[in-house]
DNA sequence: CTGGGGTCCT
DNA sequence: AGGACCC
């Protein structure tokens, strides 16, 4: 650690500084290649080898290797697919059913390295390995698969041996997938999730890339546009290039007053920060789903009988799914897309409080299948669609969804006893008054600890740890995030970079009660 | 006729 | 309830 000198630097230094930000994380993002097509071959192998795509309704959604070779691309239409290439075979996809349970399987096998698992669609998966990375006798640094433009920089802040030892961990996760599922995988190791995501996809399919800390900029730079970035869409799009915004370092060097003014003071920041490959959201574990729908689209009905039977249809599918996972919600939601007169299709949802009723049904024989309960529900559904549809006399729908939701809340019991705290009790900094931390240790809690508890007892506290422990903990949004004490004008002024700085040694501040005094808030304190 | 799902924020 | 985002 600097002495005496240390703050002068910290004021200088940005996010490209490597002696004092910590790259604490290490986050691997696990990718299945083309996953649709994969199932579908493991499926029927006699597809293997032969170009693929998985249809619904008139697009192809995704496609294998072979396909892509041959022209076909992701949401292409059935027809310009079959120009492109008329020997490609189609399998229809519009049922998630396989695509479900393989997801499950593959999310158990990456619940086996980390409870930190959270999912993103049925075929990508965020896992946090931080608490996996050991202090290694030796300095290893073999990186497995690849490094994302290979540099010899080494990151003072130890995250260079962390990731490689991710990368060793992601390498053991794809084998095992490939082993025991039959499936290839592409993954990405950095340390958030954004760059993990991101450095993932430069090296397709079946590979993985690992990004260190250095080199972070030019990965992120490489996207040319905004719009390459996840969490940038089509809306903010919109109106960065309306403020001419049209490639990263631009959206880099923008003022934060302008992109404020478009897009909001939270959002404006954040997408600046992404900019800079800054994520500093956590892995959230992917607990139960908190809505279970099904929907279908198709070509304009106009009677209530057609929608009845879609409905019905519709119904049994859900049904399936909401019995298997064994809950019972409350909420009831129809989503109808009417086909406007005049311009395009619209959407439109109307939501409901209802009793389920089936469930585990005790005594009496109400299943799964039970009528009354269907038809109840069916009553339910077709109330929200009058409600939709209102006193529209020709209305044509091009789509129906039913969708349920309002499950008991896990937390909804004192919080305060369900806490980490109550398992670890707060360390005081009187125990080691001026020892730095050690970076591995800091925040962090004795493993040893944890093995005793009983396994659903150390499930909920690395929940906990994830779920309401400090650190990433979206930025209570003051003003425009502006820490205490800190003139709002000065701050608005800053680089992304110290600001980020700011709001991160704030919520230090915020989490633990020990006063530091040598830090950059200091700075931009007003003297009082 | 651009899918069939999800999540979170406003 | 709608809108934005993700796959």
């Not at 954004?194 to 992120?220: E, R």
């Not at 909401?322 to 005049?342: C, F, I």
Request: contains cysteine; aromatic residues 4%; hydrophobic residues 30%.
């Amino acid at each position: 650690m600097e002495e005496e000198n240390g703050d002068q630097e910290l004021l200088f230094n940005t996010s490209a500084d490597q002696s004092t930000k910590k790259h604490e994380r290490v986050i691997i993002h696990i990718d299945i290649d083309c996953y649709y097509a994969q199932v579908e071959m493991i499926l029927n192998p006699s597809l293997c080898g032969k170009p693929l795509g998985i249809k619904q309704k008139n697009l192809v959604v995704t496609c294998n290797y072979e396909a892509r070779a041959l022209g076909v691309e992701k949401l292409m239409t059935i027809k310009s697919a079959l120009e492109k290439c008329p020997s490609l075979i189609l399998a229809n996809g519009e049922d998630l059913k396989n695509y479900r349970e393989m997801s499950e399987k593959i999310y158990h096998v990456l619940q086996s390295y980390s409870p930190f698992v959270e999912k993103l669609g049925l075929d990508e998966n965020f896992v946090d390995v931080t608490h996996k990375i050991m202090k290694l006798p030796e300095v290893q640094q073999v990186v497995s698969g690849h490094t994302f433009q290979d540099s010899d920089d080494i990151c003072a802040c130890g995250c260079t041996e962390r990731l490689a030892q991710g990368s060793l961990i992601a390498q053991k996760m794809r084998d095992h997938l490939r082993n025991e599922l039959g499936i290839t995988s592409c993954a990405g190791i950095a340390f958030n999730k954004l760059l993990a995501k991101l450095v993932g996809t430069t090296h397709k399919p079946n590979q993985q890339t690992t990004l260190l800390s250095t080199s972070s900029l030019s990965l992120i730079t490489s996207l040319k546009h905004p719009r390459n970035i996840p969490g940038i869409g089509s809306a903010i799009n919109r109106k960065l290039e309306a403020l001419g915004i049209d490639t990263i370092e631009k959206l880099q060097s923008t003022e934060i007053f302008k992109l404020t003014e478009a897009l909001g003071a939270k959002t404006a920041n954040q997408i600046q920060q992404l900019s800079f490959g800054i994520d500093n959201s956590r892995v959230k574990i992917t607990d139960r789903p908190k809505s279970i729908g099904a929907e279908d689209g198709f070509i304009p009905i106009r009677s209530e009988v057609e929608v009845r039977k879609k409905l019905m249809c519709l119904l049994d599918r859900v049904l399936e799914l909401v019995e298997k996972d064994g809950r019972k919600p409350n909420q009831l939601k129809l989503t109808v897309r009417k086909l406007h007169p005049s311009s395009h299709s619209v959407r439109e949802s109307r939501q409901t409080t209802i009793e389920y009723a089936t469930g585990t049904g005790s005594s009496t024989n109400q299943g799964p299948g039970d009528e009354k309960h269907k038809i109840k529900l069916m009553t339910t559904l077709m109330n929200l669609f009058e409600k939709i549809i209102g006193c529209d006399v020709s209305w044509q729908v091009t789509l129906l969804g039913i969708s349920f939701s309002g499950y008991p809340s896990k937390n909804s019991e004192s919080p305060a006893e369900n806490s980490i705290n109550k398992y670890f009790p707060v360390k005081t900094s009187s125990s080691r008054p001026d020892e730095p931390l050690p970076p591995a240790k800091r925040g962090r809690f004795d493993e040893s600890v944890l093995q005793e508890l009983p396994p659903d007892i150390r499930q909920e506290v690395l929940e906990d740890m994830q779920n309401q422990l400090p650190s990433s903990d979206p930025q209570k949004p003051t003003d425009s995030n502006c820490p205490k004490g800190v003139d709002p004008l000065v701050f608005r002024e800053l680089p992304v970079e110290i600001r980020e700085e700011l709001l991160a040694e704030e919520r230090m501040k915020k989490q633990s009660n020990i006063k530091k005094s040598n830090n950059l808030l200091q700075y931009f304190r007003k003297a009082s």
